[in-house]
């Protein structure tokens, strides 16, 4: 069940669109036949940020990347960026737009500079501009010495920063990333989260990214929560997890069904059944497990306990495990 | 108003995505040199066994004892490695648009007529670089090239060329998959070329299947190859029943028609 009382009071705190909000997305809905995958979203983002859309798969993050990415059309609701209506000015918007794909956008057959020299002419660089922002690039993301080799010999770290340096060969405005850590190890993914920060910082240029991992979305500036098509929260993760409150206890039990309801009459507390877990937010975590387990030594089979994550914001919101 | 110099900067800015698409088709191609030899090896192999195995028994209405069945069969097999080699082109499209790639090119300000256009500018180059290989082999089936039969039959390919790879550039936009685009090409594609003419003459044939011949636009395309190959030949080709204007005309018109309709199912497409 969703707690509407919390929803509230997250979406009312969120930012109010302001002059330098560079994206604004307004009543976005989307509908696929019968099946609603955006449903009312709105939301801006500002230069200099990293903004995170988090969902679980088929929540709509998808589609709302793509729409983003001008692949698909604005159908109901609006979307401007830097002042520019997606729905009209979409060859506008696309000379702002860096966009990293989550499928590889590079071609393994050719060489590192070619791939990026493809992509430079496709936005009409050339001659001496396009060879200064390529080296200018290539030495920012370390990856000089590899220029002349064939993307296919590169690892997936590497190929990673190569996407993005070709996403920002052209001087977008807006970096928007699908799921850009996929596939890549943890180191990669600390280096990769290093850089966007990086960017973030020194370029003034406004980040946005999909993810379905809660360690991505931990390390944005603002993160928006997505759960079937609907924007459930929205705002810094710390802020977010405020709302949760207290800490964060998580008991398994053979029998979850009759264990919750016993111990919210005992200790007057409220427990949330998720897949056979009970999971309980109160004050002073550490006496409350003690208690419990002194009351349920039988039923108990393990305890957790810890401050709450984005995953407790999403269970709370939504009712529902992050999966 | 743009100032000339102005103009000249805005024209190339146009035309750089168009030349860097065509680059990259042609130098990943070379870089996957047994594409090249499969596109070429096969028509070839079926040419000479094919081609020596009916010239013995088969014999065509209104063949002539100058023109055997090999010669016959040559244009044939000329169309067969441009629709080979525009295919392979195309077919890549599948999996380019399964990865990343296209979506890149998809979101770069390049309006989609341009980027089929280029599409099927490098495949057209492709093709023409392997039919140019084959028409070496011309004179060995009696045709003779002057300057106007050469150039004009360069020009044909080039066209029928452009058509195919749209053709097949209209099927692979659409298709998710390579088995998908493989199945299309055995069903649609080869039995194009096989009642164009290129095969068997349509004189003599049950009138059911003459009229498919009539109504297949390659009739035309192939008719169209076979006028300009024999040009400067003094012995012509038999299956000369379509004029040369109206050959040329039809070809003309399936090259704008298979382009506008490749650049329309890209239009349309999302991912």
């Known amino acids: ?323 | 108003m743009l100032n000339p110099p102005q103009r000249t900067a805005r024209k190339i800015k146009n035309l750089l995505p168009i030349t860097t698409i065509w680059w990259r088709e042609i130098i990943r191609f070379y870089r996957q040199r047994s594409r090249l030899f499969s596109a070429i090896a096969q028509p070839l192999v079926f040419w000479i066994l094919i081609g020596s195995g009916l010239s013995a028994s088969f014999r065509p209405a209104g063949a002539t004892d100058e023109l055997d069945y090999i010669a016959y069969f040559y244009p044939g097999i000329v169309v067969l490695v441009l629709l080979f080699t525009s295919i392979l082109a195309t077919i890549y499209v599948v999996n380019d648009r399964r990865e990343g790639f296209v979506k890149g090119i998809l979101v770069a300000p390049v309006p989609r007529w341009r980027i089929v256009l280029a599409q099927a500018l490098g495949g057209t180059t492709l093709a023409l670089l392997q039919g140019v290989l084959l028409l070496l082999l011309a004179p060995m089936t009696g045709i003779r090239f002057g300057a106007a039969s050469f150039f004009l039959t360069l020009g044909v390919m080039a066209l029928l060329a452009f058509s195919l790879t749209n053709l097949g550039l209209l099927i692979a936009w659409r298709m998710d998959s390579t088995q998908g685009f493989h199945a299309i090409m055995n069903l649609l594609l080869i039995p194009i070329w096989l009642l164009s003419g290129a095969f068997f003459p349509s004189t003599g044939v049950p009138s059911w299947l003459a009229w498919t011949m009539k109504i297949n636009p390659l009739t035309y395309g192939l008719a169209a190859f076979r006028h300009s190959l024999y040009l400067d030949t003094a012995t012509k080709a038999f299956g000369e029943e379509t004029t040369w204007t109206l050959s040329m005309l039809i070809t003309g018109l399936f090259c704008i028609l298979t382009y506008m309709g490749a650049t329309l199912t890209a239009s349309a497409q999302t991912n």
């Open chain 1, 1 to 323: 069940m969703v707690d509407t009382e919390v929803l509230h009071s997250i979406t009312t705190k969120s930012r109010e669109p302001t002059a330098d909000s560079q994206i604004q997305v307004k009543n976005l809905s989307h509908a696929y036949q019968q099946r609603q995958a955006l449903d009312n979203i709105s939301f801006d983002v500002s230069c200099g940020e990293i903004f995170g859309l988090l969902g679980p798969n088929g929540s709509g993050k998808t589609t709302l990347f793509r729409i983003l990415s001008t692949l698909m059309p604005v159908t109901a609701g609006t979307v401007h960026i830097f002042g520019r209506d997606l729905a009209t000015e979409v060859k506008a918007i696309r000379n702002l737009l860096g966009v990293v794909f989550q499928h590889p956008g590079l071609d393994a057959k050719l060489t590192v500079i070619e791939n990026l020299r493809h992509h430079g002419h496709l936005y009409g660089l050339a001659g001496k501009t396009l060879r200064h922002r390529i080296s200018e690039l290539l030495e920012r993301f370390g990856v000089s010495d590899r220029a002349a080799e064939r993307v296919e010999v590169l690892s997936g770290g590497l190929q990673r920063r190569v996407e993005i340096a070709k996403a920002l060969l052209h001087s977008p405005r807006v970096l928007l990333l699908d799921e850009p850590t996929s596939g890549l190890d943890v180191a990669a993914r600390r280096q990769l989260s290093d850089y966007l920060g990086m960017l973030a910082r020194t370029e003034n240029i406004l980040v946005l990214m999909t993810t379905h991992l809660l360690d991505d979305a931990e390390a944005c500036n603002r993160v928006g929560i997505l759960d079937e098509g609907k924007l459930v929260a929205l705002g810094e993760p710390d802020e977010l997890k405020t709302q949760v409150g207290g800490d964060v206890i998580i008991i398994e039990s053979v029998d979850s069904g009759t264990l919750g309801p016993a111990i919210n009459e005992k200790f007057g507390v409220s427990t949330v059944l998720t897949d056979a877990q009970l999971r309980i937010e109160c004050e002073r975590g550490h006496e409350f497990v003690r208690d419990v387990v002194a009351a349920f030594p039988e039923e108990i089979q393990s305890v957790r306990f810890g401050k709450p994550t984005l995953e407790d914001v999403f269970v709370k919101l939504t009712g529902n495990l992050f999966t």
